[in-house]
Nanobody, 119 residues
Framework: QVQLVESGGGLVQSGGSLRLSCAAS????????MSWYRQAPGKQRESVAS???????NYADSVKGRFTISRDNAKNTVHLQMNSLKPEDTAVYYC?????????????WGQGTLVTVSS
């Protein structure tokens, strides 16, 4: 079984920064993709950023140039550095990990961490 523990959410003023972290633990053989999604009130969950095992990254257009995703393979951890935050970035942010375990391919979601950006 794979568990994800997220941290780093909170309240910040517009223009401020936050750093989210997500640590994966369990019977993990290898991690393919680590991603961050978010869901704002009344909206569907959307992809924010992702990074694969080759360190390739992808970002939503709305966060390009402001957010940076990075991973520490030795610690099975992914971070999301969020700069120049805007009120429209307010959402619950979820970590998502796709990995190979003793039971085969597994996709796991974190519990979510709330980010609130005040204007």
């Amino acid at each position: 079984q794979v568990q994800l523990v997220e941290s780093g959410g909170g309240l910040v003023q517009s223009g401020g920064s936050l750093r989210l972290s997500c640590a994966a633990s369990g019977n993990i053989f290898s991690i393919y993709v680590m991603s961050w999604y978010r869901q704002a009130p009344g909206k569907q969950r959307e992809s924010v950023a992702s990074t694969n095992s080759g360190d390739s990254t992808n970002y939503a257009d709305s966060v390009k140039g402001r957010f940076t995703i990075s991973r520490d393979n030795a610690k099975n951890t992914v971070h999301l550095q969020m700069n120049s935050l805007k009120p429209e970035d307010t959402a619950v942010y979820y970590c998502n990990v796709q990995c190979r375990t003793g039971q085969g391919y597994v996709e796991v979601w974190g519990q979510g961490t709330l980010v609130t950006v005040s204007s």
